[in-house]
């Protein structure tokens, strides 16, 4: 996790390279052996139809929060106590995520894009999941079920 966050520090936020920052991570989420959690996440919370300037700033990204939750209250509050009572019922939580299928369902993605929109993140995961997962055949077969039926930037 933290050679994770160095990355992404590192590349998105202080160098503001969005593309560089996306290739690095998937390095790091090929060596971490999470391409399966990625990839699922990127389909569920819809960042593969999710439309956004390659170039997004930390202001792009907080009114892309600010809408996709209703308002800043929406991704600054307190959203890990759901997570946490879900990962406390270990065969609720093993019903939603595993490492071979990765995440089924949005109960538990809809906390880490909120968790990224606080880290101030987002727009890095958007860009990420487009060049690392959204156009790869097999994960586009595997979790193309899972995008919501409106594109990501409309959620």
């Excluded at 996790?1 to 990355?7: D, G, L, N, P």
């Excluded at 996306?22 to 090929?30: D, N, Q």
């Excluded at 600054?76 to 595993?98: D, E, G, R």
Aim: net charge positive; charged share 20%.
């Amino acid at each position: 996790m933290e050679r994770y966050a160095s990355t992404v520090v590192k590349e998105c936020l202080v160098g503001r390279n969005l593309q560089s920052s996306a290739k690095a991570t998937l390095i790091r989420s090929f060596s971490d052996w999470a391409e399966e959690l990625d990839a699922s996440y990127c389909f569920a919370e819809g960042h593969c139809t999710f439309s956004m300037a390659p170039n997004a700033t930390l202001a792009d990204m907080e009114s892309m929060c600010d809408s996709r939750f209703g308002g800043r209250h929406g991704w600054t509050n307190n959203f890990l106590s759901s997570l946490k009572k879900v990962m406390a019922m270990p065969s609720v939580f093993s019903s939603l995520v595993s490492a071979q299928d990765g995440f089924r369902t949005q109960r538990v993605t809809r906390v880490l894009s909120k968790m990224a929109c606080a880290q101030g993140i987002f727009h890095c995961d958007v860009q990420y999941c487009k060049q690392a997962y959204c156009k790869n055949e097999h994960f586009v077969a595997k979790y193309g079920h899972l995008l919501p039926k409106v594109k990501g930037h409309l959620i």
